[in-house]
């Protein structure tokens, strides 16, 4: 018995060790999060917004999804996501390249930190790269697709996924429709399953939408005075400030320090880590303080081109918004006549699809618009995109059935949101169609995109 017991104490020992040592390798193998990290804005990770996510990639908080009620159960799921991680844009690759040349040729400063982008850090992004998606973007995916399929147990499913009541649709780009991809084999291999074939469609009426939308592309998008608010910023004396102290830090002369290289400093930390996880020496150049201002102008320019700027970016997604309260009354509708014929459905598109439908539905609105001159006043802002998009960002529309009828859930980034106005988590689907009825019997895409011979300044300032 002795013998056995001291054998079992060796056991435990032993196995205690290794998991010390497991512990202790994943604390040291656990990537430094920037201290700017947290305001990347639409180039941040998901797992800022979802921290727990950086220890265990997997998890799914129960409380967070559990159905209103114990007696409802889930009817449809409606997610419209953003596509995953991604390289620069072909526009930002060249911004890089300008910032790299000048810290090469220019700098001087004794840090260590520039010692080591100067010796040791090689340009490595390249311009055919232009926007597409990375490996981690893949594992954005491939991971919400378990953790969704783990989350509504009853809807995403491989029953369900066979009988085809699982619609896949995507924008055409090559990003989104790697992530839809990715997500269909995120269910492949949490199910073990390699004998069933995934279709998707490509949609662009839907998922981009804004292209599509002429009053959208003449006021808005190839207007060069509609984003003044942001032109204005980037003049302002918070930005000099910034122009200064990276002037400073890299003992360069003043003037040779532009808002654009400071953005592209921003983003080459923000790229380096959402790509690599990786802190990098050029987030050095950086302080927090300097990545709020930097945060503020990335979401000004959001608020004026994809949100409350303009009231043509809302209604530009009222093709988008009809299709989903489509979705949902079919559901419906089968359901008290029979089986819910499609009982998910997974769209992939942009934060540019995301950001409109938010704001045509009321969400994060302020009650003082974002302008140039209020950014000490907006530290409390709800318009904040590195918590409403950042890669692989989600809006999930749950539909259940419940004893007092049909109730209507909404998550962001797989949390749970109150309609705005709305005080009841789970309301009941009736009232949320009544709380939209203006735009479910109105906002017709076409009327609010076509083009007027009149040129009116549409602002909601």
Request: charged share 25%.
């Amino acid at each position: 018995m002795n013998l056995a017991v001291c054998r079992n104490r060796h056991f435990v020992v032993a196995a205690l060790s290794m998991i010390m040592v497991r512990v202790s390798y994943c604390k040291l193998t656990k990537p430094s999060i920037p201290a700017i990290a947290f305001y990347f804005g639409t180039k941040g990770r998901y797992e800022e917004v979802n921290p727990h996510l950086t220890d265990d990639i997997l998890f799914v908080n129960k409380s967070l999804v559990s159905p209103p009620a114990p007696d409802c159960q889930a009817v449809h799921l409606v997610a419209v996501i953003r596509h995953g991680t991604r390289f620069p844009t072909t526009k930002n690759i060249k911004k890089l390249h300008h910032l790299y040349d000048v810290v090469m040729t220019e700098a001087s400063g004794t840090d260590q930190w520039l010692s080591d982008i100067q010796n040791n850090w090689t340009m490595w992004y390249t311009e055919d790269m232009d926007g597409k998606l990375v490996e981690k973007g893949k594992d954005d995916l491939r991971h919400l697709a378990v953790r969704l399929s783990r989350s509504f147990p009853t809807l995403v499913t491989e029953e369900n996924l066979r009988r085809e009541r699982m619609e896949f649709i995507t924008s055409s780009k090559h990003r989104c429709v790697d992530s839809i991809q990715a997500f269909q084999e995120g269910l492949l291999k949490h199910w073990d399953v390699g004998d069933v074939g995934f279709r998707h469609y490509v949609n662009d009426s839907l998922m981009r939408f804004f292209d599509q939308c002429k009053r959208f592309v003449e006021d808005v998008d190839h207007n060069k005075t509609a984003l003044k608010e942001v032109q204005l910023f980037k003049s302002s004396l918070e930005m000099d400030e910034i122009c200064r102290r990276m002037a400073s830090r890299l003992q360069i002369p003043h003037s040779q320090i532009t808002p654009d290289l400071v953005e592209a400093a921003f983003f080459l930390c923000a790229y380096e880590f959402a790509i690599k996880s990786k802190n990098s020496p050029w987030c050095n150049l950086l302080d927090e303080s300097d990545a709020q201002v930097l945060e503020y102008k990335n979401d000004l320019k959001q608020y004026w081109k994809r949100g409350y700027g303009y009231d043509i970016n809302r209604k530009s997604s009222c093709i988008l918004f009809h299709d989903l309260f489509r979705r949902l009354d079919q559901a419906l509708y089968d359901y008290r006549f029979g089986e819910v014929n499609k009982a998910v459905t997974i769209q992939v598109g942009h934060g540019e699809t995301l950001l409109p439908l938010l704001s045509l539905m009321g969400f994060f609105r302020d009650e003082t618009p974002l302008t140039a001159k209020n950014f000490r006043l907006q530290h409390s802002r709800k318009f904040r995109t590195s918590r409403i998009v950042p890669y692989a960002a989600n809006l999930l529309f749950v539909l259940y059935e419940c004893a007092d009828g049909l109730r209507l859930q909404f998550f962001l980034n797989e949390k749970p949101v109150a309609f705005p106005n709305i005080s009841d988590p789970a309301p009941l689907y009736r009232t949320v169609r009544n709380h939209y009825s203006d735009l479910l019997g109105g906002c017709d895409f076409k009327k609010e995109c076509e083009l007027t011979n009149g040129k009116v300044r549409n602002t909601e300032l």
